[in-house]
């Protein structure tokens, strides 16, 4: 095998998945509306809500083939 997923990587996926969406709605808000909040402030909600979502990627799994 080349890959294994494991739950690690899973973890790591969802942190990223959960960091990438927040950067992405912030901006647009920030682009589309009013500054919704600090810069600051909306790094330490994503923070946050990423490490509540990384648990979920021990249950990500391969479809089995």
Do not use: C, H
């Not at 808000?29 to 500054?35: A, D, E, I, K, N």
């Not at 990423?50 to 648990?55: E, I």
């Amino acid at each position: 095998k080349l890959f294994v997923w494991t739950p690690v990587l899973g973890i790591f996926t969802v942190i990223v998945l959960t960091i990438v969406d927040g950067i992405i709605v912030y901006t647009a808000r920030s682009v589309f509306g009013t500054m919704p909040t600090g810069i600051g402030a909306a790094a330490f909600i994503i923070a946050i809500q990423s490490l509540f979502n990384a648990p979920v990627g021990i249950f990500l799994k391969k479809k089995q083939e």
